[in-house]
């Protein structure tokens, strides 16, 4: 198999508007006999379903929640990069085109984050058209601060409730189609499995998650913007219900799954309370533009601190180790979130870590507080203030904030090429779901530009080059392909439904959870990743054999739903181990501790590892088959990542 | 560990849980008592451990909604001590930890009740009315491309800083389980007074307004009777403010109105 990117030919600058013209076009009267189908609307879905019963498409949407507005865009605080540059700062589509790449540690395409950054400036266009109230400055104009590392201010947000307000901005330019009966949703619906005719995809099967009905959709074209896969860290930021059941059973289907291990370890969370924990809470990374990091200087202090002889209040100004500022005087705290999730390990591994468990770290706004007052302290970060005090029962404004790194963000996905169609005919791949923008670490700010750009401003166009080329001819749901994978849905669920075994669902997804985090999250060897394989492998079995399963497929079933994805983590928990012992080199949020400099940061091994691994199933157990896509980069160049 | 009081003891209590199979079915409430909850616990994560030992028993798991578990989905609901999300003002139920419960407690665990919320499955909603209201006007008319420049329009701080906290409405339908009218009222004035307020939303208020309360009628929710239950007992503080400038926005809609 030839992995073929795609990418159209031309200066950088140039190539999108080049291929915007390049691509075949459906002609307007033409469009309502295509059906498509979109899994999944966050920013990604919902703007792609909108932005397709706009040109006339007809759209089915589904969603596993009970309404398109709870997608877990919902959650993301900080804001929304776009290179406007309102801020005569000097920030450019080249910048942050070049930052990205950068912040990616050059492990993504040159040309499709290039792209991204030449439609962010829409993004912002469209939704404040459709009424998103973003943060404003008292001249009326719109408000930017400065996010996750970048040294312009070119973020967007709306107090700390960014990803809210762009997903009901994308959620009520989809009612608007819903109403005009161009896109017709299915919430409470999951995707379990996709449809291939003659090699191209045509359709889903799906369960209604009320009712337990096994249904087939046919369509077109198929797009999967179903989000990340974090959740096979059992604990992590996202939603409880965000799971990779979607993409992955079309991994099974054969589209490849690009860079698997780049997962992203977000530096400021809650830290864990117990073992009855249930999901890790976010902390937005713009409280480091205020909030300085530190540890005490010396393991006793941090040892008597543990202990409870003394309190944070105790520790001197002296006795303190504010260990990114004294590490990285350029950044200071505002290093990206690898490097600073990497720093956080590094001082508690050392013995220095806060809290009973020792990992934590603070984060202090006193010196801020001073400076700029409680109140103006409290317009930034007042929900997110009140957040952490509703967990912990501790107030932020008096105590600094305890905090640790958590699995927030996947930046592997479905392989897709420019067009974001995955190498299956027919089927694409957005936002999270897909590979493609963020490389090895994605910057703060960027998730929402990159939803909102795939489903917006590149899959509108994309997707009617291949429509073109496509006959009107539908493929009934009576047809062999469907009922072979519809009768293929039925026997699994059955079979989970039938183990009657003795452990539940949650207790294997965390022991799938401990053996991810301790051998593939922040830091990982080979050895380790070799005996997470094994131990993977082990639970996965024992899994079919004694996972306890009750009820039936006809009724509202939520042991059987968590049942099918997390049977599908135990599959893709083993391909994230594979890539990252096949990736011998450092790079981003992949830390290999065997490459690393002397001041461990992450080595990158260029000469050898410049490419997307994209790993092709070949059956549950089997070794999967790499395919490398080379990344050309003519328009940066490598270097060592330094925020010194 | 967390909380500011390691030595919380961990508790028992007891729960008072509704449960009902399907939509059809009748429901009735069910005892369950728990030992050993700790008060770090967020409640979600109690209803966990419950669930852990029904599923163990081989018993039915307690349905109920929740996802983000961060307090900004919506999705989580619950009617706790006759509370919707419970007794802690301006929070979410996954946001409710047991710290504010006390050792031998009983708590009672209901749906929303409302005529146009029926019960999916024991704790879960249907609030699909809540969707339908959107689509019947909860947007301004822009297809994707072609808009003006973001800076185009200047908006006063105040102005945007008002629709902002119209527009954190999380769509949880706490509001209407408070209110004694099952009323939408506050609900569908967010979106109304967030798009009213805005330039972007006020080429079309007066559709907009006429036909979202249009809709929540035909959905079967309860007129608004001013208790501001519904205001009191919201998780993201929407306020009262809103109905008044839905019933403006309303009668000014109908008073020049073209379709009467």
């Known amino acids: 198999m030839i992995l073929d990117s795609r990418i159209p030919e031309g200066p950088l600058a140039e190539k999108w508007e080049k291929h915007k013209f390049d691509v075949k076009l459906v002609n307007p009267a033409n469009k309502r006999k295509y059906d498509i189908i979109v899994v999944g609307t966050g920013l990604a879905g919902a703007s792609a379903a909108a932005s397709f019963g706009e040109l006339g498409y ?78 404003r400055e008292y001249g009326g104009l719109l408000a930017n601060r400065s996010f996750g590392g970048a040294q312009v201010s070119r973020t967007f947000y709306a107090r700390g409730q960014t990803g809210q307000q762009l997903l009901l901005g994308a959620y009520s330019a989809l009612n608007r189609q819903i109403a005009y009966g161009k896109v017709k949703m299915y919430p409470r619906t999951e995707m379990l499995d996709l449809v291939l005719v003659d090699g191209k995809a045509r359709g889903i099967v799906v369960r209604n998650l009320i009712t337990g009905k096994i249904e087939s959709h046919s369509a077109h074209a198929v797009v999967l913007a179903t989000g990340g896969y974090g959740n096979v860290f059992f604990l992590s930021t996202n939603a409880m219900g965000s799971n990779a059941t979607a993409a992955w059973r079309a991994h099974k289907k054969g589209a490849l799954f690009a860079n698997p291990c780049f997962t992203q370890i977000h530096p400021t969370c809650i830290p864990v309370s117990g073992e009855y924990q249930s999901k890790l809470t976010l902390m937005s990374e713009s409280l480091r533009n205020d909030g300085r990091v530190w540890v005490p200087k010396t393991v006793e202090t941090a040892q008597r601190l543990r202990n409870g002889e003394i309190t944070v209040n105790d520790i001197a100004e002296q006795d303190r180790d504010y260990y990114l500022e004294r590490k ?28 009973a468990s020792g990992l934590a770290v603070y984060l202090d706004f006193a010196d801020a507080i001073k400076r700029d007052s409680q109140p103006a302290i ?36 479905l392989w897709v090429d420019y067009n974001l169609m ?223 | 560990m967390a909380g500011s009081n390691p030595n919380a003891k961990p508790m028992d209590i007891t729960l008072k849980v509704w449960r009902q199979k399907d939509r059809n079915a009748i429901g009735q409430m069910v005892t369950y008592p728990l030992k050993g909850i700790s008060p770090d616990m967020s409640f979600l994560e109690m209803l966990d451990v419950l669930n852990e030992d029904l599923l163990l028993k081989g018993e039915d798991p307690v349905a109920f909604d929740h996802d983000c578990r961060e307090g900004i989905c919506g999705m989580c609901s619950l009617f706790i001590n006759g509370r919707p999300h419970g007794p802690e003002r301006g929070t979410t139920t996954c946001q409710l930890h047991m710290r504010h419960f006390k050792d031998g407690d009983t708590i009672t665990i209901e749906p929303w009740r409302a005529a146009a919320f029926p019960v999916h ?91 979202m309360v249009a809709q929540m009628d035909i959905e079967g929710f309860g007129a608004c009777t001013n208790t501001g239950a519904c205001a009191a007992e919201c998780p993201v503080g929407i306020s009262l403010e809103n109905i008044n400038m839905l019933r403006s926005e309303f009668v000014y809609a109908k008073a020049t109105s073209e379709n009467v």
């Not at chain 1, 404004?397 to 996905?413: Q, S």
């Not at chain 2, 009222?185 to 009213?196: E, G, R």
């Open chain 1, 58 to 135: 007809n759209v089915k949407a589904f969603c596993f929640q009970d309404t398109p507005r709870r997608a877990h865009s919902i959650a993301a605080q900080g804001g929304i990069n776009a290179a406007k540059n309102y801020q005569n700062d000097g920030d450019s589509v080249f910048r942050l085109f070049y930052d990205t790449v950068k912040g990616g540690d050059y492990r993504a395409r040159e040309a499709n984050v290039y792209r991204l950054a030449q439609v962010s400036v829409d993004i912002i266009d469209q939704c404040v058209a459709q009424g998103v109230p973003f943060a």
């Open chain 1, 328 to 355: 990285y005087p350029a950044f200071g705290n505002l290093v990206p979130r690898d490097v600073a999730s990497r720093n956080a390990k590094l001082v508690c591994d050392e013995g220095r870590g806060v809290g």
């Open chain 1, 378 to 413: 409290a317009a930034k970060y007042g929900n997110l203030f009140e957040m952490y005090a509703k967990i912990t029962d501790e107030n932020p404004y008096e105590r600094p904030m305890r905090i640790y790194p958590a699995v927030h963000y996947t930046m592997g996905g």
């Open chain 1, 422 to 644: 995955t190498n299956v005919p027919g089927l694409y791949a957005a936002g999270e779901a897909n590979f493609s923008d963020h490389g090895a670490n994605r910057l703060g700010a960027s998730a929402l530009m990159q939803g909102l750009a795939d489903g917006y401003f590149v899959l509108p166009y994309t997707i009617g080059d291949y429509l073109a080329k496509t006959l009107y001819d539908k493929v009934p749901v009576d047809h062999p392909a469907f009922i072979e994978a519809e009768q293929a849905v039925i026997s699994k669920n059955n079979q989970l439904l039938s183990i009657n075994g003795t452990r539940t669902v949650d207790d294997f997804h965390k022991a799938l959870g401990l053996i991810m985090w301790e051998y593939c999250g922040m830091a990982r060897n080979a050895e380790g990743l070799q005996f997470a394989k094994q131990e993977i492998r082990k639970l996965r079995d024992e899994f079919w054999r004694d996972v306890k399963v009750v009820g039936v497929n006809e009724e509202l079933n939520i042991t059987l739903e968590k049942a099918n994805r997390v049977a599908d983590f135990l599959e893709l928990g083993e391909l994230m181990v594979e890539d990252a012992l096949n990736r011998n080199e450092s790079c981003g949020g992949h830390f290999r501790e065997e490459y690393q400099t002397p001041e461990n940061e992450a080595l990158r091994d260029d000469e050898n590892y410049t490419y997307v691994a994209a790993w092709e199933f070949t059956g549950v157990g089997n070794e999967p088959v790499l395919h490398k896509e080379e990344l050309k980069f003519e328009n940066v160049k490598l270097t060592q990542r330094s925020y010194k």
């Open chain 2, 121 to 211: 499955k024991d704790l879960v909603v249907d609030r699909s009315a809540f969707d339908r209201i959107q689509q019947a006007g909860g947007y301004v008319s822009v297809n994707t491309g072609g808009v003006p420049d973001a800076n185009a329009i200047p908006i006063p701080k105040s102005i945007a800083d008002k629709a902002f906290d119209a527009a954190t409405c999380i769509g949880c339908g706490a509001c209407v389980a408070a209110c004694k009218n099952a009323s939408a009222m506050l609900f569908v004035s967010a979106k109304v007074s967030q798009l009213a307020m805005l330039p972007q939303g006020k080429t079309e208020r007066k559709t907009r307004v006429e036909n």
